[in-house]
């Protein structure tokens, strides 16, 4: 499991090693070039295997007027002792004043913009860190970095490190200290691989991480797996209301992801359609007692006054995953949805909570954590990465990621009848959205390519063997 942290946090881990930095010079009163020192030699480690060989290679160095700066141009000291030849351009033609003494003790040497043209090996990224603002960076220097390879220092310079929108240098490796940003995880496509080094910080004792990113492992470690006590009952039974006249597959996508996942037993309730169930013999279509529901998947235009009345006695009676046509505000508002997930795309979030989408896109965690906070209910966050936000809880959680492939009509459905089989097993709705999500993602990226959404949940019980086999 990754966790990120804002930079709030990282700053104030930092001042309880070092002091409140002064307000007029920015230096902490235990600032002794410690925590600088102990990050440079780290990225200078990472810049060296990259390098390998690294004597006799060329590095330029771009260099910020703070302290991402001062991390540059320590580790460029280091570098020379490797014999690698090192060239800092100072953006502001200033540079931190200790690492820029180290690196001309050296050898090392200052150059301007031209002097990027030169050729290189390598390009270490020391503009700009947490204390950037969002912002493309300088044609000139775009232009001289080319198609160099960067290594950016705690984040590619131009990215804001408290969001989940691109902006930016581009990095082929990102060297980061204390611990992750949520750009880290939010904005791989910039970042790169990301290099974690220990600086010393103590995170835990500044709250809750902002985001945690699930990885294979992790899944497997949570997944509720039956004992030799369980029935189909204590397994859990899932109704599903999904599929309409005008969506008569919706069901079908449904009841496969439910399926797949291992629901006891499966009660289809909605408009049935007996020639659908001939190839799932194991649904039922009679009524009684369910552990979970889902329902909204393919509705389309539903009565106001029939989608409310089941959803009040759904969401009454039992955790609930709401899809699709049932993520309205005036169906959802009034509901006590405080055990239940809803499972929006960027479209639909947006018209839960009234905002265009692309401000949903932009800044998707936060959209997400907002709409968990207004309806009282778990979000999933569907969409290329995805987001689960609990209310009332900082972290948001994210579901392993996974490739493009399931970005077609369909996925939605499958994914909340995954869901909602998991809910029935008696997990809370956070880990249901984190567990079906990764589960999908998961698959997919053990079998690339355009396989239709029911093919894929066909193939969710490998997926899970291969994950189990290794707990
Ligand atoms: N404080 C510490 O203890 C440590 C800090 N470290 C490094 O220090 C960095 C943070 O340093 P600073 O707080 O000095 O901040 P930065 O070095 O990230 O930024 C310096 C200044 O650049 C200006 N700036 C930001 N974005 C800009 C933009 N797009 N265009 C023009 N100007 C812009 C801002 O005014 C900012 O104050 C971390 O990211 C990390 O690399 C590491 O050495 C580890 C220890
Ligand atoms: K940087």
């Known amino acids: 499991m990754k966790t990120a942290w804002t930079v709030d946090q990282i700053r104030r881990a930092e001042a309880t090693i070092m002091g409140e930095p002064d307000p007029q010079t920015g230096v902490a009163p235990g600032d002794d070039g410690t925590l600088m020192r102990r990050a440079a030699a780290g990225l200078a480690a990472a810049v060296l295997r990259e390098l390998r060989p690294a004597s006799g290679r060329t590095v330029h160095l771009l260099v910020g007027p703070g302290n991402n700066g001062g991390d540059a141009l320590w580790a460029g000291a280091f570098l020379r002792r490797c014999n690698v030849r090192v060239r800092a351009h100072l953006l502001t033609g200033r540079g931190h004043e ?13 150059t301007d913009v031209e002097g990027l043209h030169q050729p290189c090996d390598l390009v270490i990224d020391g503009l700009f860190g947490i204390g ?20 950016a220092v705690d984040v590619p310079s131009g990215l804001a490190s408290d969001s989940c929108a691109p902006s930016g240098l581009r990095a082929d490796l990102t060297v980061t200290f204390g611990g992750h940003k949520i750009a880290h995880l939010t904005q791989p496509d910039r970042c790169g691989p990301t ?3 220990e600086i010393g910080l103590d995170l835990d004792a500044t709250g809750p991480p902002a985001l945690r990113q699930w990885e294979a492992a992790d899944v497997a470690a949570a997944w509720p797996v039956p004992t030799r006590h369980d029935h189909k009952y204590t397994r859990g039974v899932v109704g599903i209301d999904a599929g309409s006249a005008a969506y008569p597959g ?25 020639s659908l169930l001939a190839e799932f013999p194991s649904v039922v279509l009679a009524e009684g007692r369910c552990q979970a529901f889902l329902a909204g998947s393919g509705w389309g235009d539903r009565d106001t006054r029939a989608a409310r009345a089941r959803l009040t006695e759904w969401t009454d ?6 899809d699709a046509d049932a993520l309205r505000p005036d169906l959802l508002d009034g509901l006590d949805l405080s055990d239940s997930l809803l499972t ?8 839960m909570l009234g ?42 959680q994210m579901p392993v990621p996974g490739p493009a492939w399931t970005a077609r009509a369909g996925s939605g459905d499958t994914l909340a009848g995954a869901c909602a089989a998991l809910l029935a097993t008696g997990v809370d709705a956070t880990l249901a959205a984190v567990l079906g999500a990764s589960l999908q993602a998961l698959t997919a990226a053990d079998h690339p390519g355009p396989r239709p959404p029911e093919r894929l949940a066909e193939r969710f019980p490998d997926t899970l063997a291969a994950l189990l086999a290794e707990r």
């Open 132 to 151: 950037g603002r969002a912002g493309e960076p300088d044609r000139a220097i775009a232009e001289a970095i080319g198609d160099t390879p960067v290594v």
């Open 344 to 351: 929006p795309h960027a479209g639909e979030l947006a018209r």
């Open 195 to 197: 290099e974690l080094v």
């Open 317 to 322: 009676t039992a955790p609930c995953v709401l």
């Open 98 to 110: 200790a690492g820029l003494a180290a690196l001309l003790r050296a050898g090392g040497t200052v």
């Open 355 to 396: 905002v265009e989408r692309s401000e949903v896109e932009a800044e998707p965690m936060d959209a997400a954590r907002r709409a968990a906070d207004r309806f009282g209910a778990t979000i999933l966050l569907k969409g290329g990465l995805q987001y689960v936000a609990t209310p009332g809880e900082t972290t948001v």
């Open 250 to 274: 919706a069901a079908r996508l449904a009841l496969a992801g439910a399926l797949n996942t291992g629901a006891g037993m499966i009660r289809h309730l909605g408009d049935a359609d007996v």
